[in-house]
């Protein structure tokens, strides 16, 4: 790992996954080239590697539309000091889905439960996040104290402003910075779309899954600095923060690799700037320090 003038400050991985193949399958993995991934991956992995790089907490978050899932990381979160928070899914367009966030709260771990998530990058409907149904789902959420995370495809980015703008209590934080097109090396409309997103007060950006959307085989970290950059701009350090998105990231980088290049993305950055990416913005977003 490498030090850093932050290396004193705690370090929060506020993005990463879990899974037992032998629990529940992850059909996503039998895609092309996703071989690696096509594996369980433990809390005894997570935390040998997170100890290694020196990670104090993570965040837990969803990876299939399964009602089944959330109560099972939270009962994982409540005997993990590592994974201090979850976040969950649950059906929004359910008429009942206000009951259901209070009976995930009440669950062993539910105490841990602290944001909701649906796979909207594989919903058709570009404005699915402004139906009716789903804007009841968010009001609930907010009602609730959670946020709302958004894992989204930059054409989704402009539906996304419009929810937050509808929703002003609710936090809204952006996923893999909204997947831009690293690969490509094209910035726009994916630059414009976040800015308009960061200039709501109520929104907030993870620095996470940039090396899987670059080339896996030959990326660099120059690759990623203009995004890395509009971020940093349009969002500033005090609403970003740093998430390895492992194990997914294992098709580009390693767990301590990802985390070495967020570091050397933020290099010019204060010390408390680059602490505040770090961990300290997950701290207080995801109100981490109070569920030890």
Not at 263 to 292: F, I, K, N, W
């Amino acid at each position: 790992m490498t030090a850093g003038p932050e290396a004193g400050a705690r370090v929060v991985d506020a993005h990463h996954h879990l899974w037992d193949l032998a629990v529940r399958d992850q059909r996503w993995t039998a895609g092309p080239g996703l071989a690696p991934l096509r594996r369980s991956f433990t809390p005894d992995e997570l935390r040998a590697r997170a100890r290694a790089a020196g990670v104090a907490a993570t965040v837990l978050v969803q990876t299939v539309t399964a009602a089944e899932e959330t109560p099972e990381f939270l009962a994982l979160a409540e005997d993990d000091p590592l994974v201090r928070g979850v976040v969950g899914w649950t059906d929004l367009t359910a008429p009942g889905v206000a009951g259901e966030l209070a009976r995930l709260a009440e669950l062993p771990g539910g105490g841990r439960l602290v944001g909701i998530r649906h796979q909207v990058q594989a919903e058709r409907d570009p404005r699915w996040l402004l139906r009716p149904d789903v804007g009841a789902g968010l009001a609930a959420v907010a009602d609730a104290g959670l946020a709302y995370d958004l894992v989204v495809l930059p054409h989704q980015l402009p539906a996304c402003v419009r929810a937050a703008e509808r929703h002003p209590g609710l936090t809204f934080v952006l996923d893999h910075l909204g997947k831009p097109p690293v690969a490509s090396g094209t910035r726009e409309p994916w630059a414009s779309a976040v800015r308009a997103l960061a200039a709501l007060p109520n929104t907030v950006c993870k620095v996470s899954g940039l090396v899987t959307e670059a080339d896996w085989a030959r990326w660099s970290v120059e690759d990623l600095r203009p995004y890395a950059d509009t971020v940093l701009e349009a969002f500033g350090p005090a609403r970003l923060m740093y998430g390895s998105d492992w194990p997914v990231c294992l098709l580009a980088s390693s767990y301590g690799g990802v985390l070495d290049t967020v570091r050397e993305l933020t290099r010019d950055l204060s010390p408390h700037e680059r602490a505040q990416v770090l961990g300290s913005t997950a701290d207080r977003v995801y109100r981490l320090s109070g569920r030890a």
